[in-house]
């Protein structure tokens, strides 16, 4: 197995909702990522999960909240989120973090959320 | 801080040859990515180079020279299906972060 696969694909949500976005590898990857990439714009990093430990936050706002619950799998808690927030939600993973060229991030199709 | 600039769109024609260039800035280099990304999709990795010359790979080949910040993905016998998105990105050896350039739209016709 050597995908990254995120749910849902498509997600709408008013401002008041509660939801999550989930990611799941199987590589035995021990680093997740998640990455917002608006419209004709590259990829923002949003976190960086190395052995189920938050090491980056890129100042991300509370209103989302990562969990990365086992190896395998990466969540994004998303709660009172504003239209801006409306992108392509990323999720990646890699063999590990770290200064080596087996560090290639490898990810999933994208979570394309709409804000209400 | 990291600064990535590539131009932001380019064209060619079926069964050209096509270099698209990246420049880059960075407090402390360690290692240059390539990615594809068609429309609506994820992005795929291409190559990577962390030493200076050439990384040849099938029809694609990338270059590095780190003196320059300097970096290009050259496309060769282009075919439709090479219409995307290209992106530089970089790691940085201070932070561990790949950071992405700005993107090249290619469009290729026939």
């Known amino acids: 197995d050597t995908e990254v696969t995120q749910t849902p694909k498509h997600l709408v949500m008013g401002m008041t909702n509660k939801k999550s976005l989930k990611c799941e590898q199987h590589m035995g990857h021990r680093a997740m990522y998640w990455y917002k990439q608006k419209a004709k714009k590259p990829p923002e990093l949003m976190f960086v999960?190395?052995?189920?430990?938050?090491?980056i936050n890129e100042s991300v706002p509370s209103r989302f909240s990562p969990e990365c619950p086992n190896s395998s799998l990466l969540n994004l808690h998303l709660h009172a989120l504003q239209p801006e927030d409306s992108a392509l939600y990323l999720c990646a993973s890699s063999q590990e973090t770290g200064n080596s060229g087996a560090n290639v991030l490898t990810f999933g199709a994208g979570s394309r959320l709409t804000v209400l | 801080g990291q600064n990535i600039d590539q131009p932001t769109e380019m064209t060619a024609t079926e069964g050209a040859i096509v270099q698209i260039n990246c420049t880059y800035q960075t407090s402390g280099f360690n290692g240059l990515f390539w990615y594809q990304q068609h429309a609506g999709e994820a992005p795929t990795f291409l190559s990577y180079n962390v030493l200076d010359g050439l990384e040849e790979k099938g029809r694609f080949s990338s270059f590095l020279s780190r003196s320059k910040g300097y970096s290009y993905l050259l496309l060769k016998e282009l075919q439709m299906k090479d219409s995307a998105s290209y992106l530089c990105a970089v790691r940085d050896h201070n932070t561990d972060k790949l950071i992405f350039g700005t993107g090249t739209r290619l469009q290729v016709f026939p």
């Open positions: 999960y190395s052995y189920e430990k938050l090491s």
